[in-house]
């Protein structure tokens, strides 16, 4: 019997026609939790994006449900314990998305610095009537080359930039739950505990996932460590205390700082707004290109084929599940 599977979002047509090979596919479009959970019984695989929540209470529904493969790199929108006990094999994504994100970083990066974002706003309201108002008037700018730059969180995504940022001209350093002897080898990285990394760091990067322990790992506290220093921030919206940033940047002790994410998506409002000379704010779009969409769809294709055929994708985030239902206990294909 073919698996049947429900995709829930608006998929690349090109993978999804990969998968319609091998199981019975019904696009779902953006199901709320409670239609899910009406429906989540009759699938043996589902394919998410990050908009696609699945908590515990539509896992508790899904009788037949062997996979759930994440079209993202991140996977907070899953709940994963509840997961692992039903034996449903979780998985996620990187390659093309980890170079996305990382081009994406760059660039916060680089606008925040030189104001790019806040120039188009300026030139745009028609404020610019002399060069003499640009060159007077204009804060302290400053280049990405020559800077000390850390990252926090040294998997796919943060090896890609460091070697983004080693190109232009800095010194990488880095904090990670492990040491990553390769990106040491191949950029010069140094491994420093974290509050060292952000004390000695010109400009700070997160690209860590949500998970409990990196709840605000930027707190007011660490704040404190970056005096006179930027934050950019591609990784999840919960790592940083916005409010503790707002103020930072409010008192001047934060130089500025940049971010793809929020901690309560999406936003219409938010305090950090006033702040246009020292912020550069997007939408959670840092992994949105035609390449890394088309991509992370054949991965998450891969993914989930892979686990039906009893096999254990590199990708796999819940290991733990190997122990409460082997691989030969899911396999359909």
């Known amino acids: 019997m073919r698996p049947r599977v429900a995709v829930l979002f608006k998929m690349k047509s090109k993978p999804l026609e990969e998968l319609k090979k091998y199981a019975d596919v019904d696009v779902v479009l953006y199901p709320s939790v409670d239609e899910l959970k009406k429906i989540i019984g009759k699938y043996d695989g589902l394919i998410v994006s990050p908009l696609n ?13 062997k996979v759930i493969s994440c079209h993202s790199a991140g996977y907070d929108h899953v709940d994963v314990k509840k997961a692992t006990e039903r034996g449903i094999y979780v998985t996620k994504v990187s390659g093309w998305l980890s170079e996305a994100v990382a081009e994406f970083a760059v660039g916060l990066t680089i606008a925040l610095l030189r104001k790019i974002a806040y120039a188009d706003k300026f030139i745009r309201s028609g404020k610019w009537d002399s060069h003499k108002t640009v060159w007077s008037g204009f804060k302290e700018i400053e280049t990405v080359y020559g800077k000390r730059v850390g990252i926090l969180g040294m998997g796919a995504i943060g090896k890609a930039i460091a070697r983004r940022m080693k190109a232009m001209g800095t ?37 860590l996932p949500a998970t409990p322990e990196t709840y605000h790992i930027i707190n007011e506290e660490r704040l404190k460590l970056l005096e006179g220093k930027y934050l950019v ?20 002790r934060l130089k500025g700082y940049a971010t793809d994410v929020f901690e309560k998506e999406p936003v219409q409002e938010h305090e950090l707004f006033k702040y246009e000379w020292e912020t550069v704010l997007t939408p959670h779009y840092a992994g949105l290109s035609k390449e890394a969409m088309e991509d992370m769809g054949f991965q998450a294709v891969k993914n989930l084929l892979s686990v039906l055929r ?4 590199d990708t796999l985030v819940n290991r733990e599940v190997l122990k409460i239902r082997p691989p030969e206990k899911v396999k359909m294909l």
């Open 53 to 65: 929540p699945v908590p515990g209470e539509v896992i508790e529904k899904a009788e037949r449900l």
């Open 171 to 207: 010194e990488i350093l880095y904090w990670s739950r492990s040491r990553k002897e390769d990106i040491e080898r191949e950029v010069g990285a140094v491994y420093m505990p974290l509050d060292d990394v952000l004390r000695e760091s010109d400009i700070v990067i997160l690209a």
């Open 310 to 313: 009893g096999e254990v994708p």
């Open 233 to 252: 921030n591609i990784g999840r919206g919960t790592l940083v205390d916005e409010n503790a940033v707002a103020k930072a940047l409010e008192d001047g």
